[in-house]
């Protein structure tokens, strides 16, 4: 590549994936944000149809009652990494989203295919959009939803370093019941029938466990700098 060329370079698109408590958000967005790529949280997207069933009155128990409906709602994605915001029909649900009750339903609703076709379909069209590239992060972004990314990560993080991080996160959490939450949920993701939890065969893993969330950031910065200039 020629000196000077940088802003025409190719975009360049990488899929982050792993389970809960890796740190794939707080790494995807200042990757994203040191490269001047555009960032999208997946799950979020996710917990956002969940959040409109659950308001809706939707019954959670029955995958033909949500499948119904998963092209109801209108969900949009704002993918600047400094500041992503995600709306339904109109609402910013960035709070509410993380509430116990989405957390709590999120897997069940994302094992339905419809609400998977509905939401991958979406994932596409924003990474396709993305003029300079795009950091996509999820749980089955390499295999599923981008199966061409330039670059594919998977973070992964011993159970109890997951579970120290997410308690951290949620006040007040309780250490070992959010690791016996942690380990459920990825049985969940990891067994469903439609796009599991699962690490791409050409995916790059990153063990955090005994990383900083910089020396993460760090690592994958030079993943992608190493990626764009093979090209």
């Known amino acids: 590549m020629e000196h000077g060329a940088a802003p025409t370079a190719k975009p360049v698109i990488v899929a982050i994936d792993g389970p809960s408590g890796t740190g794939k958000s707080s790494t995807s967005k200042a990757v994203a944000a040191q490269l001047g790529l555009s960032y999208l949280d997946t799950g979020a997207q996710y917990r956002a149809i969940t959040w409109w069933m659950v308001s809706n009155g939707i019954?959670?128990?029955?995958?033909?009652?949500?499948?119904?409906?998963?092209?109801?709602?209108?969900?949009?994605?704002?993918?600047?990494?400094?500041?992503?915001?995600?709306?339904?029909?109109?609402?910013?649900?960035?709070?509410?989203?993380?509430?116990?009750?989405?957390?709590?339903?999120?897997?069940?609703?994302?094992?339905?295919p419809e609400v998977r076709s509905r939401i991958t379909d979406l994932q596409r069209s924003l990474a396709?959009?993305?003029?300079?590239?795009?950091?996509?992060?999820?749980?089955?972004?390499?295999?599923?939803?981008?199966?061409?990314?330039?670059?594919?990560?998977?973070?992964?993080?011993?159970?109890?370093?997951?579970a120290a991080r997410r308690s951290g996160e949620l006040e007040g959490a309780d250490v070992n019941a959010t690791?016996?939450?942690?380990?459920?949920?990825?049985?969940?993701?990891?067994?469903?029938?439609?796009?599991?939890?699962?690490?791409?065969?050409?995916?790059?893993?990153?063990?955090?466990?005994?990383?900083?969330?910089?020396?993460?950031?760090?690592?994958?910065?030079t993943l992608v700098e190493e990626k764009r200039a093979g090209k």
């Open 59 to 112: 019954d959670l128990d029955d995958p033909t009652a949500i499948a119904a409906v998963a092209g109801k709602p209108e969900i949009i994605s704002g993918t600047d990494p400094a500041g992503p915001t995600i709306t339904v029909d109109g609402v910013d649900v960035a709070g509410p989203i993380r509430t116990q009750e989405v957390t709590s339903h999120v897997s069940a609703v994302s094992a339905v």
């Open 128 to 162: 396709g959009a993305a003029e300079r590239g795009i950091v996509v992060e999820g749980r089955d972004i390499g295999t599923t939803v981008l199966p061409d990314a330039d670059l594919k990560i998977f973070l992964t993080a011993s159970p109890e370093a997951r």
């Open 179 to 221: 690791r016996e939450a942690l380990i459920k949920r990825d049985a969940a993701d990891s067994s469903r029938k439609t796009s599991p939890l699962a690490k791409a065969d050409d995916a790059v893993e990153v063990d955090t466990t005994q990383l900083t969330l910089a020396q993460v950031i760090e690592c994958v910065v």
